[in-house]
Each structure stands twice: as C-alpha cells, then as structure tokens.
C-alpha cells in the first residue's frame, strides 16, 4: 500500500470527512495579465477546519470555487480523498460538497424549508428525514422553525437569509463544506451566536472564507 493509500483508509476508518489537496494548482482568467492562484499547494486532513485569509483579489474565492468545479484550474490538480475533481461528474461532486455564499444565495420562489432540503431531495431522503433535519438547522442557526419554515427568502433580513443558506450548505451532512463569507451580513451577537452553534456542530467558524472538513457522527 502506497503512504497516500494509507493515508486515505485511516481517513475513511476514523471520520467521514473528506481530505483535500492542491497540487501546483494554478488559475489564470482569460485576459489577466498575471493569475488568479498560482503555485498553490497544500492538503487538509479530513475533519480539520480551515480559513483562508488574505487582501481582496488575491484569491480565496477562486481557490474555493476549483473545489467544486465553478471554476476550473489552468493546470495542477485539486484532489478529495485521493481523486482528482475534474474526473469527476460536476454534479455528483456538487452533491457531496456543501457550499455557503455570501447573502445565502436562496432560490427566491422557493420557501426557506424546501431551500434547505433541495440536496437530501436530490439524494432521496425521506420526507420525514428531511423535515427532521430542516427543523434541526432552522433551530442550530437561530431561526425558530415554526415561524420561519415556509417563509420566501424575500420574507427574510439578509442575516436571516444568510443564516438560511449556512443551514442549506449543512443540510445533507456533506463530507465537504465551502463557505465564502458566510456570516459577513450579520452582526455581531448573532455571528458569536452562529460560530458557537457551529463549533457544537461543527461548522466554519471564521468570518473570512472557510473550507470545513468536519467530522461526522
Ligand atoms: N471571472 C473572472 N474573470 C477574470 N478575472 C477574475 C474573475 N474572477 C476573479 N477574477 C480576478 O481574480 C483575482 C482573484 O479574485 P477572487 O475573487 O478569487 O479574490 P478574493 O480573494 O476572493 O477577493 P475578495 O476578498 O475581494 O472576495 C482578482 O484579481 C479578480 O479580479
Ligand atoms: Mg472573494
């Protein structure tokens, strides 16, 4: 067994998170003189927790979106648990992965609850299950699920949207979770409130940008 064969079951065995690399990875928009991400390297062990910070422009919302295949790499390789992303089917790999933008980025005709359960619908989970869960994230995110439940994102302030969309990027247990400034529009006692839900959960904590590993039960 190769080290990162090693690597990778001892992950599998002891949580159900998700490892991720970036091998050499570089961005360059068509256009710009110099790239978006260059020469990035790292690798994330499953459960961590990880932000990144850095001035405007210099590339952490790129670097999040080549997770996940909005945007795709000039050259290198981004891999979770082993594989490399661009192998895999963009849709499949957006199911597995959960990802927070700033201001929620709601589906505005749809209610909050069918907003949250739109990735355990595409996963066939049971109505029941999804209710359940829904109810749980409405509760975790400080939105009482009785009132807020079959409200339209138009209904709701932008923290609250905001707060809606952190529920849906968490709602089907993701291996993977991509936040881009998740709690930016609310303020500060209901972020301190969102971070200490989230660390229970956990969820991305930082205010910046967070790539969340976490561990599952
Ligand atoms: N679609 C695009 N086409 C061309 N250039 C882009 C595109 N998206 C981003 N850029 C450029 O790539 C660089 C990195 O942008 P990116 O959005 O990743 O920065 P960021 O670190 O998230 O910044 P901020 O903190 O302001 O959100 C910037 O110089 C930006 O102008
Ligand atoms: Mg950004």
């Known amino acids: 067994m190769?080290?990162?064969?090693?690597?990778?079951?001892?992950?599998?065995?002891?949580t159900s998170g998700a490892e991720i690399v970036f091998d050499h990875v570089t961005k360059s928009y068509p256009g710009q003189k110099s790239p978006a991400v260059k020469d990035l390297s790292f690798s994330i062990p499953a459960g961590e927790l990880v932000a990144f910070v850095g001035p405007s422009g210099c590339g952490k919302t790129t670097s999040l979106k080549m997770i996940n295949r909005l945007v795709e790499p000039t050259s290198g390789e981004i891999r979770i648990n082993g594989e490399d992303v661009t192998k895999k089917n963009p849709t499949q790999l957006r199911r597995d992965i959960g990802y927070v933008i700033q201001g929620g980025g709601l589906i505005p005709h749809m209610s909050v609850a069918d907003n949250i359960a739109l990735v355990p619908k595409l996963k066939k989970w049971k109505s029941d299950k999804i209710a359940q869960r829904t109810d749980e994230l409405l509760d975790m995110v400080g939105l009482d699920p009785a009132i807020y439940r079959d409200r339209f994102p138009r209904e709701l302030s932008g923290g609250q949207q905001q707060r809606v969309g952190v529920a849906r990027g968490l709602a089907a247990d993701p291996p993977v979770v991509l936040m881009d400034e998740p709690f930016g529009a609310v303020d500060p006692i209901t972020r301190t409130h969102l971070q200490d839900a989230a660390?229970?959960?956990?969820?991305?904590?930082?205010?910046?940008?967070?790539?969340?590993?976490?561990?599952?039960?």
């Open 2 to 14: 190769t080290q990162e064969q090693q690597s990778r079951s001892a992950s599998t065995r002891e």
């Open 199 to 217: 660390s229970q959960h956990p969820v991305g904590t930082e205010e910046n940008y967070c790539v969340r590993y976490p561990r599952y039960r």
